[in-house]
């Protein structure tokens, strides 16, 4: 089929046209609504107009940025990533995924399970909810799709074949490079220009070559890695919950790249979470929940990598027979460190982009008092500093929390 950008207008007659959706609404009349908040795609509620509980999730791409208008093109083939994306990660962590019902890579079209009593994670941690199962959740689709798309796993063909499947994801590497690696640390039009001027902040950041040498080794990591399958952009709007299940979406960014990315990504989102009780809510209570969040979602990853590491006998890497428990044992603390520490780093950049940067986060950006915002804005900078200067001697989870602690 040939590609036809959709409106509320349009989504309907196409989804007559679609089996799975016929057989999920039968014959019942349809609604639809934009409900897209997101940075790039257009997102469409379409449900039964007798039963509302009864909907479907319509995500289009379009041939440009949303955030920006039809002026900054950009080509609708990441939802060709994020189709796939979401397929292998349903293949690998099904609960942690929502039910695919039509995809297409011609329209750029995913039609999904709609999540209804779900909220988004950043609205939930800024409304100061508190969600017990989340680390058991998300350290558990951390492992096992990092685990399980790495050349730990994979033998060496299929590792190959998953690159090629994703890593022509050329455009949406390309914002990633920009916006979380360079951009934000220099005078750019795509910055919070308003907010950069007369700015002596953003002055020190972008003479801050110290910071900045630093990033540039982890965006050189970044894009030459080719550890596991990652998400590519799991902040916390990426992430949809509630007391009992966690869904991950929105993998447009998918490709395979450095261990450390995902994780990094979540850490820096849970920080900026932090910042915004520490400025704005003051809530010390709150606060230690991220802390405790930050801690149990690092070491429940790390439990979890590590014992799927020791039960593959065999994979691109490792072949049974080749090294002694001993060795191999001390080989994987190494390698699970090193997946953390560049984890600091990746949150220090992703924090950082987040001040000036384009597509700011709302805890801090949002945050309408002029005065609050710049100390949210201080704090960021001198934590996200730290995570990157110091990222490679950090040997604790302990010292991470101590970092994020004493800056606020
Ligand atoms: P974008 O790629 O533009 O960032 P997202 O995938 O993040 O789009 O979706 C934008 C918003 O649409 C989300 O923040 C969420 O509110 C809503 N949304 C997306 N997918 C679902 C879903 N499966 N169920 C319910 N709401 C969803
Ligand atoms: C202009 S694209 C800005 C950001 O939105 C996405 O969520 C990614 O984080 C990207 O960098
Ligand atoms: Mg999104």
Same mark, same amino acid.
């Given at each position: 089929m040939e590609y036809k950008e959709l409106d509320v207008k349009s989504v309907i007659p196409y989804l007559k046209g679609v089996d799975e959706v016929i057989n999920y609404f039968g014959s019942d009349e349809l609604q639809v609504k934009e409900i897209g908040d997101g940075n790039l795609n257009y997102v469409y509620l379409v449900s039964s107009a007798s039963d509302s509980k009864k909907a479907l999730i319509v995500k289009q791409a379009v041939p440009y940025l949303r955030c920006v208008g039809e002026e900054f093109a950009l080509g609708r083939e990441r939802m060709t990533y994020e189709i796939r994306a979401l397929s292998k990660f349903k293949e690998i962590a099904p609960e942690f995924v929502p039910n695919l019902y039509h995809v297409s890579e011609d329209m750029s079209i995913v039609v999904m399970q709609y999540l209804d009593s779900h909220i988004i994670l950043r609205s939930g941690l800024t409304d100061k909810q508190k969600y017990s199962n989340f680390s058991e959740h998300i350290s558990t689709y951390l492992a096992s799709t990092l685990f399980q798309t790495s050349s730990l796993y994979l033998n060496s063909t299929q590792k190959r074949q998953l690159i090629d499947e994703f =890593?022509? =994801?050329t455009e949406l590497c390309k914002l990633t490079e920009d916006f979380v690696f360079t951009s934000a640390f220099m005078e750019d039009e795509t910055n919070d220009n308003e907010n950069v001027k007369d700015n002596p902040h953003a002055k020190k950041l972008f003479n801050d070559m110290e910071f900045k040498e630093k990033v540039l080794e982890l965006k050189y990591k970044f894009m030459t890695s080719t550890d596991a399958l990652i998400h590519?952009?799991?902040?916390?709007?990426s992430i949809m919950l509630n007391s009992d299940e966690t869904y991950v979406i929105d993998?447009?960014?998918?490709?395979? @790249?450095?261990? @450390?990315f995902d994780i990094g990504a979540l850490v820096a989102n849970l920080v900026n979470n932090y910042i915004h009780h520490t400025v704005v809510t003051k809530d010390e209570d709150f606060k230690e929940y991220l802390l405790q969040t930050i801690k149990e979602v690092l070491e429940l990853f790390g439990d979890k990598f590590l014992k799927l590491f020791k039960s593959q006998k065999n994979s691109a890497l490792f072949v049974d027979g080749y090294i002694d428990e001993e060795s191999a044992n001390r080989y994987r603390e190494k390698f699970l460190k090193q997946i953390l520490q560049d984890a600091i780093g990746y949150a220090g950049c992703k924090m950082a982009r987040r001040?000036? @940067?384009?597509? @700011?986060v709302a805890e801090i950006r949002g945050i309408e008092d002029n005065v609050l915002r710049r100390e949210a804005e201080v704090l960021a900078l001198a934590i996200s500093r730290e995570f990157v200067l110091r990222y490679e001697d950090i040997n604790t989870i302990d010292e991470i929390l101590e970092i994020i602690k004493s800056a606020g």
């Amino acid at each position: 089929m040939e590609y036809k950008e959709l409106d509320v207008k349009s989504v309907i007659p196409y989804l007559k046209g679609v089996d799975e959706v016929i057989n999920y609404f039968g014959s019942d009349e349809l609604q639809v609504k934009e409900i897209g908040d997101g940075n790039l795609n257009y997102v469409y509620l379409v449900s039964s107009a007798s039963d509302s509980k009864k909907a479907l999730i319509v995500k289009q791409a379009v041939p440009y940025l949303r955030c920006v208008g039809e002026e900054f093109a950009l080509g609708r083939e990441r939802m060709t990533y994020e189709i796939r994306a979401l397929s292998k990660f349903k293949e690998i962590a099904p609960e942690f995924v929502p039910n695919l019902y039509h995809v297409s890579e011609d329209m750029s079209i995913v039609v999904m399970q709609y999540l209804d009593s779900h909220i988004i994670l950043r609205s939930g941690l800024t409304d100061k909810q508190k969600y017990s199962n989340f680390s058991e959740h998300i350290s558990t689709y951390l492992a096992s799709t990092l685990f399980q798309t790495s050349s730990l796993y994979l033998n060496s063909t299929q590792k190959r074949q998953l690159i090629d499947e994703f =890593n022509s =994801n050329t455009e949406l590497c390309k914002l990633t490079e920009d916006f979380v690696f360079t951009s934000a640390f220099m005078e750019d039009e795509t910055n919070d220009n308003e907010n950069v001027k007369d700015n002596p902040h953003a002055k020190k950041l972008f003479n801050d070559m110290e910071f900045k040498e630093k990033v540039l080794e982890l965006k050189y990591k970044f894009m030459t890695s080719t550890d596991a399958l990652i998400h590519g952009d799991l902040h916390t709007g990426s992430i949809m919950l509630n007391s009992d299940e966690t869904y991950v979406i929105d993998p447009e960014f998918a490709f395979v @790249g450095p261990f @450390g990315f995902d994780i990094g990504a979540l850490v820096a989102n849970l920080v900026n979470n932090y910042i915004h009780h520490t400025v704005v809510t003051k809530d010390e209570d709150f606060k230690e929940y991220l802390l405790q969040t930050i801690k149990e979602v690092l070491e429940l990853f790390g439990d979890k990598f590590l014992k799927l590491f020791k039960s593959q006998k065999n994979s691109a890497l490792f072949v049974d027979g080749y090294i002694d428990e001993e060795s191999a044992n001390r080989y994987r603390e190494k390698f699970l460190k090193q997946i953390l520490q560049d984890a600091i780093g990746y949150a220090g950049c992703k924090m950082a982009r987040r001040v000036f @940067g384009v597509a @700011g986060v709302a805890e801090i950006r949002g945050i309408e008092d002029n005065v609050l915002r710049r100390e949210a804005e201080v704090l960021a900078l001198a934590i996200s500093r730290e995570f990157v200067l110091r990222y490679e001697d950090i040997n604790t989870i302990d010292e991470i929390l101590e970092i994020i602690k004493s800056a606020g």
